[in-house]
Nanobody
Framework: QVQLVESGGGLVQPGGSLRVSCAPSGIIFSIRGWGWYRQALGKQRELVAAVASDGRMAYTDSVKGRFTISRDNAKNTVYLQMNNLLPEDTAVYYC??????????WGQGTQVTVSS
């Protein structure tokens, strides 16, 4: 059974940094593209960053220059380093497949709250 477990969220002040992690299990990690998605209260879930199996990365405009997605195939883990966080980055962050129309059942996500 495939499972997605996100971790690393928390409360941070504006301008601060956080790194969230996701370690999918029950699936061959290295051959797939992975993405970080977020859903703010009352809004639709959106893709914010993706990393392809060959290492290509893509970002939504609102996080370019602030967020960095990375993957460690040896650890079956995908990361999202978030710097210069803004209040509008407050959301639940999820990982899932990217560069494909397929999705794994969503995990619980990890809450990121940016507030002073």
């Amino acid at each position: 059974q495939v499972q997605l477990v996100e971790s690393g969220g928390g409360l941070v002040q504006p301008g601060g940094s956080l790194r969230v992690s996701c370690a999918p299990s029950g699936i061959i990690f290295s051959i797939r593209g992975w993405g970080w998605y977020r859903q703010a209260l009352g809004k639709q879930r959106e893709l914010v960053a993706a990393v392809a199996s060959d290492g290509r990365m893509a970002y939504t405009d609102s996080v370019k220059g602030r967020f960095t997605i990375s993957r460690d195939n040896a650890k079956n883990t995908v990361y999202l380093q978030m710097n210069n966080l803004l209040p509008e980055d407050t959301a639940v962050y999820y990982c899932n497949l990217a560069y494909t129309s397929s999705r794994i059942p969503w995990g619980q996500g990890t809450q990121v709250t940016v507030s002073s």
